[in-house]
Each structure stands twice: as structure tokens, then as C-alpha cells.
Nanobody, 121 residues
Framework: QVQLVESGGGLVQAGGSLRLSCAAS??????MGWFRQAPGKEREFVAA???????DYSDSVQGRFTISRDNAKNTLSLQMNSLKPEDTAVYYC?????????????????WGQGTQVTVSS
């Protein structure tokens, strides 16, 4: 059974940092990513990483967030620095055997339960 379990969310002041982690079990994945969803908004792409370590970021987090993975441990991480109030959302870990477009939520077969990130001003 495939499971993705996120951890590391919380409340932080603007300018602070948080690190999200996602532990995958049941199989390995070529593509993994982070998405977020704020109240009343659609789920949006944050960052993605392939098996070889090639990364992709949304413009809104480029330069502030860093995605990484440990293939041996089957884990995914998101280091978030210089957080802004507009980063407040539920963050989801996602994984797929392979994707054609890593920025599209529909490409991902497996999702975690989500972890809340709240950035206060």
C-alpha cells in the first residue's frame, strides 16, 4: 500500500523558515512534488524534483524554497525560507511513477494528507 506522510508544518512569523518532510512507502517514484492550497483557491504547484535531482519551482517561491529528496530513504523535503503571509496554505506532498508535466496536479497519482503552514505578518 502506497502512503505519503507529511510533517513539519506550523506557525511562523514572516521572514522565518520551516522545513517540510514527506515519507513515502510502498514504492518509489520518478517524480515527486509539493503543492499548496489556500482557502478558497485552487491547488497550486510549488516545486518538483525528478529521480536524478532535477528541480522545478514556481515563480512565487523561486529563490526562497528548496526541494530535495533522498532516494535511498524514499523521502522528500521542502526547505522554506523568507516566508511570507501569502505562503499560508495547506501543503501537500505528491508522487507519480512519471509525469509529462510536473507542474500539473492531475499528473500525480498519490497524495499525502497535507500539513498546514501559517505565516503571520
Amino acid at each position: 500500500q502506497v502512503q505519503l506522510v507529511e510533517s513539519g508544518g506550523g506557525l511562523v512569523q514572516a521572514g522565518g523558515s520551516l522545513r517540510l518532510s514527506c515519507a513515502a512507502s510502498g514504492r518509489t517514484f520518478v517524480d515527486m512534488g509539493w503543492f499548496r492550497q489556500a482557502p478558497g483557491k485552487e491547488r497550486e504547484f510549488v516545486a518538483a524534483i525528478g529521480w536524478s535531482g532535477n528541480t522545478d519551482y514556481s515563480d512565487s517561491v523561486q529563490g526562497r524554497f528548496t526541494i530535495s529528496r533522498d532516494n535511498a530513504k524514499n523521502t522528500l523535503s521542502l526547505q522554506m525560507n523568507s516566508l511570507k503571509p501569502e505562503d499560508t496554505a495547506v501543503y501537500y506532498c505528491a508522487a507519480a511513477p512519471i509525469t509529462w508535466n510536473r507542474r500539473s496536479p492531475s499528473q500525480y497519482s498519490y497524495w499525502g494528507q497535507g500539513t498546514q503552514v501559517t505565516v503571520s505578518s
